[in-house]
């Protein structure tokens, strides 16, 4: 199948690895010329993905119309605060699109696949989603993951393009249920990161995630997922590898906060996306419009957007009333 | 409330710390006389919580019926090998026993309240689980655990014993469930340690604890706990600070697997309990009784006591028919 991938940074590249060494015709395009060429000279993305080779096969191309143009299907691994802009240009492509982008709109409230819907409203949608560090995918670390449409036939189709022994896919119907763990649980892994930093422990962040979990589970299923989204990959598996992983940018930006660092500066110093920074605003709207409690949700909106100090956002979670468990 | 704790190794001397925090009148002991001793003399138990000062109201009892005679309520935090022989000794209690203990026993597949019941068929039962690492229980450091009764005055009582802002419990009527998720998880925890000892990556992390967790859900609930159980601290707080910390046993014993060691050699040269050891064959015992599929336990099982290699285990796991999530 021909395939373009719409983003090159870590995940882009490493998806389009996947989806070479599966016999399909990848093309890889990326909003920086220089940086395709870079990846072209060198058959590496030595910025986001050093010291893995790209197969000769693999197309670089910096025309983004030009790279739909060839697609039968579009991988889209955009951060996503440049997920609108970008898929505005897909307007005509009417194969399917896969998005890779976890993320919630502002206002909107839109998840990246609604994104798509409006952008490209004769293109079939599906998510990729699950725990899957760009790293290891690329070095061939066994990962397992979700293809997610309600159009159960796209799923598998894309579970097709991508399966392979070391990267296992699974399906499922609730594109929203995948979309929305992807995208909540890296507010989730900003809290973990800020117990860390405060120098609370393992057993403090195993009751973030666990509390955290029933959390997004409630807000998703109200929301309109299914509620057993939230045990799979793409909602426990991301969650944990989320909250627990040295590498997570989300968990690194809550300790680094933990430890008493000023959020707007740490955004303004960032040279990586911090996708849970957009997603607690986001996710705190639409928890504050269909009224359910998020509370690790609201405390993170309040550390990130409110200037609410870390210590006091994490007490008043603590000292929240004992209760039977949910 | 006289409480007495059975068992002083590092978790039940971590919570005979809280228990006398919340002004309990506490006795700690142990099977050792000269280890008690040890801890009289240096108001520190310095084999298995070191640096953690122990109040001079904590009293140190070698003799078990003494212990037994003064309490109001015991707690038992012994290894699971050693619960039954102990246990046998309380049979005339009749005050609420509250066990602490993560194991299920060989043959006759009981739970440890189920033990306790055996033992002394006049005492109230009670379970006390969830992500508590010894070390950080006994400094202090914010966590959070469940007291599970079928009887709920019970749990409620329990809870007061024990809570406290930095040490918060929650109760559950599902005492089945709560004591399977925190014996389950420990073999679950020894397939994640493998995973990493053999170079995998938490992505494969990620994926074993969300398979993992849906088979100890699955086989829970055929046996009779409740499915939301296993969401709760008990179950996945647990298995994730189990399967993720430095400082678990089970994972790191797993971890050595990984890397090519003997598990039998392993245990010989032990100094401290791995629990899931012994709970990988009671749980497969139990899962071939119930016809309950387990791969997950099924390929410890045969790691630990088939010897078989752990890469083929692994690769076996992995190599299963790719489907949609359950």
Chains 1, 2 share one sequence.
Not at 176 to 190: F, M, P, S, W
Not at 236 to 241: E, F, K
Request: charged content about 20%; some cysteine; aromatic content about 4%.
């Amino acid at each position: 199948v021909n395939i373009s991938v719409i983003g090159a940074g870590a995940y882009g590249t490493a998806l389009a690895l996947v989806l070479g060494e599966n016999n399909n015709d990848v093309t890889l395009w990326g909003h920086n010329p220089a940086h395709l060429s870079e990846i072209a000279e060198h058959r590496e993305n030595r910025r986001h993905v050093p010291g893995v080779p790209l197969p000769e096969s693999l197309k670089l191309e910096p025309d983004l119309d030009a790279a739909v143009g060839r697609a039968d299907a579009l991988v889209v691994a955009l951060p996503s605060r440049a997920f609108r802009t970008v898929t505005a240009r897909l307007g005509r492509f009417t194969g399917p699109i896969v998005t890779t982008t976890k993320g919630i709109e502002d206002v909107t409230g839109l998840t990246m696949s609604g994104i798509i819907r409006e952008a490209a409203p004769g293109a079939p949608v599906a998510a990729l989603s699950g725990p899957s560090l760009a790293a290891e995918v690329a070095r061939g670390a066994p990962t397992a993951v979700v293809a997610a449409s309600t159009d159960e036939a796209l799923a598998r189709e894309v579970q097709r393009w991508f399966n392979r022994p070391c990267f296992r896919v699974y399906t499922s119907p609730d594109i929203l249920g995948v979309e929305l763990g992807g995208a909540l649980k890296n507010v989730i892994a900003i809290a973990a990161g800020v117990c860390e930093g405060l120098g609370f422990g393992e057993n403090s962040k195993a009751a973030l995630v666990t509390r955290g979990q029933a959390e997004l589970r409630r807000l998703g299923v109200h929301l309109g997922a299914k509620p057993e989204t939230f045990y799979g990959l793409s909602g426990l598996g991301d969650l944990t590898v989320t909250c627990f992983s040295r590498h997570s940018r989300n968990r690194t930006f809550g300790e680094q906060i933990g430890r008493g660092a000023n959020p707007t500066e740490l955004l303004a110093a960032a040279t990586t996306v911090v996708e849970g920074h957009p997603t607690a605003r986001s996710a705190h709207q639409l928890a504050e419009r269909a009224g359910v409690p998020c509370p690790i949700i609201a405390e993170v909106h309040a550390m990130l957007y409110l200037g609410k100090p870390a210590r006091r956002a994490v007490s008043d979670l603590l000292n929240r009333e004992v209760k039977p468990e949910d």
